[in-house]
C-alpha cells in the first residue's frame, strides 16, 4: 500500500488541475520542466472512462490518457511531484475492476474520482456532476475505488446541481473520508459562467473541521497567480489550492513570483511541447489540439500576434520549426 501523500504536503500545496486535452504527459512534462518544485505539489491525468478501462477493445484507446513518458516520471521524482489518475464513471463494480487494473499496469500515488465534470452528454450516463444527486452511489464509488487502490482516492466535485448545496453534499462524502477533497466553488449548471464562490469553498472546510473528519481540502476556480492561492488558501480555511486555466494564461505559473519571460525562452518552450507531442502521440492525437497551445507560449513580446498567426497555419512540427528557423529561433 502506497502513503496517503496528501495529508504529508506542504501548506498550502498546488495541484495542476486534470483538463481533457491539456494536461496528457507531454503538458505535464513541459510545466514540471519550468515550474519550481516548492510551488508544485499534485498533478493530475485527464479524466478517463471507467467503462472504457473495462471495455476489452476500448481499454487500448482510453489508457492513452493515462500514458506517463519517462521524461515526466524523471521531473515527477526529482522534484517529489505526486501523479494522480482521474477516472470517471456510473458503476462501483466497474471503478472496482478499472482501478485494479491501473493498479497492475500503472504506477500512480492517487487516484481521484471526478464528481464534478458538467458536460450533458457526460451527466446522461449518471456519472460526474450527477453523482451530487445521488450521494449513495457516489460513496459506493469511493469505497469500491479505495478497495481495489492501493494508493489514496480523492473526490474533484463541485458545490451542488443548480443550486450550493455544499454542505449536504460535502457532508455525504466525508462520511466515507475520502483522501482529499477537490471542490471547484460552482454548481454544475454554472458551468464555468459566474466567478468561483470561494465562501462556499470555506464553508465546505468549516463542515470538515467541525466533523474532525481526516479529509484535506482543495480549493479550486478562478486562482490567477501563487500570491492568489496562498491568499485564497488562507481566507478559505482550505490546505491546498488547484490550477486549471491559470496554467494556460502562463505556463510559467508555478513560481515564486512572476516573470517576464523572454521571447526566445517562450517560443524554445513552444518548440520542447511540438516536439514531445508529435514524439510521443503521433498519428494517435491531432496536430490540431496542439495548435491551441500555440497561443499559451506566443505571446508577451513585439510581433507575438503576427508570428502566432503564422504558427495557426502549420500543419505539422516541420512547418512549426521552418516559421521558427525563419524567426532566428
Ligand atoms: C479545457 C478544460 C478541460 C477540463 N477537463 C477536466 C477533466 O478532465 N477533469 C476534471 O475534473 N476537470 C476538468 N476541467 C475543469 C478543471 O479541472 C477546473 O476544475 C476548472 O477549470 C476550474 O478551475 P480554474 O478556474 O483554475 O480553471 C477542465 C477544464 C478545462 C478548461
Same mark, same amino acid.
Given at each position: 500500500m502506497k502513503p496517503n501523500f496528501w495529508p504529508l504536503l506542504p501548506r498550502p500545496h498546488l495541484s495542476l488541475a486534470p483538463m481533457e486535452d491539456v494536461t496528457d504527459t507531454v503538458f505535464r512534462e513541459v510545466v514540471l520542466a519550468v515550474s519550481d518544485p516548492a510551488c508544485l505539489h499534485v498533478v493530475f491525468t485527464e479524466f478517463t472512462s471507467t467503462d472504457g478501462l473495462c471495455h476489452p477493445e476500448g481499454r487500448a484507446k482510453v489508457a492513452q490518457r493515462l500514458r506517463v513518458n519517462d521524461g515526466e516520471r524523471a521531473l515527477l521524482r526529482r522534484a517529489g511531484v505526486k501523479l494522480v489518475a482521474q477516472i470517471w464513471g456510473a458503476n462501483p463494480e466497474k471503478y472496482r475492476r478499472a482501478v485494479q487494473w491501473i493498479r497492475e499496469e500503472h504506477d500512480f500515488d492517487g487516484i481521484d474520482v471526478n464528481m464534478?465534470? &458538467?458536460v450533458r452528454d457526460v451527466i446522461k450516463t449518471g456519472s460526474c456532476a450527477a453523482l451530487i444527486g445521488d450521494p449513495a452511489r457516489a460513496r459506493e464509488i469511493v469505497l469500491a475505488a479505495r478497495e481495489a487502490a492501493d494508493c489514496p482516492v480523492s473526490v474533484k466535485t463541485r458545490?451542488?446541481?443548480?443550486?450550493?448545496a455544499t454542505e449536504a453534499w460535502i457532508g455525504a462524502l466525508l462520511d466515507v473520508a475520502p483522501a482529499a477533497i477537490i471542490l471547484h466553488g460552482r454548481t454544475q449548471k454554472a458551468q464555468a459562467r459566474l466567478p468561483a464562490d470561494w465562501d462556499e469553498i470555506a464553508r465546505a472546510a468549516r463542515l470538515r473541521d467541525a466533523r474532525g473528519a481526516p479529509t484535506v481540502m482543495v480549493g479550486n476556480g478562478d486562482v490567477a497567480s501563487m500570491a492568489d492561492a496562498r491568499a485564497r488558501a488562507a481566507a478559505a480555511g482550505v490546505e491546498g489550492v488547484m490550477v486549471g486555466r491559470g496554467i494556460l494564461a502562463d &505556463?510559467?505559473?508555478?513560481?515564486?513570483a512572476p516573470r517576464e519571460v523572454p521571447r526566445a525562452e517562450r517560443l524554445a518552450l513552444l518548440w520542447r511541447h511540438c516536439e514531445l507531442y508529435t514524439g510521443t502521440w503521433g498519428e494517435a492525437r491531432?496536430?490540431?489540439?496542439?495548435?491551441?497551445?500555440?497561443k499559451i507560449y506566443c505571446n508577451?513580446?513585439?510581433?507575438a500576434a503576427e508570428l502566432r498567426a503564422r504558427l495557426m497555419q502549420a500543419e505539422d512540427a516541420p512547418q512549426v520549426r521552418a516559421i521558427l528557423d525563419a524567426e532566428g529561433l
Open positions: 464534478g465534470c &458538467p458545490t451542488g446541481i443548480s443550486r450550493h &505556463p510559467w505559473f508555478f513560481n515564486p491531432r496536430f490540431q489540439v496542439l495548435r491551441k497551445f500555440f508577451g513580446f513585439p510581433g
